[in-house]
């Protein structure tokens, strides 16, 4: 089984968390987290920061350095893609999405972002509110 491995961000600003909104295989409009492919060379962090500002064109801060994991099956279930997620802080505030893989970029609510998320990134959400970043106060 092939390997791969995204790396992104959950990006806080006061109550509300950005989520994307892109299209799955099956054209299904999903909800996630800016994030994408490891480069050769990069480090976690490095492919994290450079995917949230190709996806979204915001400049963050990490401010938890311990990732939140989760994988899945990829390219009809031959490939295992690991997923890790940096909680961050948005530096700038002019959102930029990329339109060939980004159809909805969205601020919500902490309290009701996890009912958009109903595959896998459902735990990741669970993991995020266990580590209670949602009282983080954003600068």
């Known amino acids: 089984m092939g390997k791969e491995k995204s790396c992104g961000c959950i990006i806080l600003k006061d109550d509300k968390v950005l989520i994307i909104g892109a299209r799955d295989d099956d054209w299904k409009l999903y909800w996630s987290f800016p994030k994408g492919h490891q480069e050769d060379g990069e480090t976690d962090i490095e492919t994290a920061l450079r995917e949230t500002k190709e996806e979204v064109g915001l400049d963050v801060e990490i401010i938890d350095e311990a990732p939140i994991k989760t994988w899945h099956l990829v390219h009809g279930g031959t490939v295992r893609k690991e997923v890790l997620l940096f909680v961050a802080k948005p530096l700038n505030d002019e959102i930029k999405r990329q ?41």
């Not at 159809?103 to 266990?130: C, H, P, Q, T």
């Open 99 to 139: 339109d060939d893989e980004v159809e909805r970029v969205e601020w919500v609510k902490i309290s009701e972002a996890g009912k958009y998320f109903d595959n896998y990134y459902s735990g990741v959400w669970e993991e995020f509110l266990s580590r209670e970043f949602c009282n983080y106060p954003s600068e």
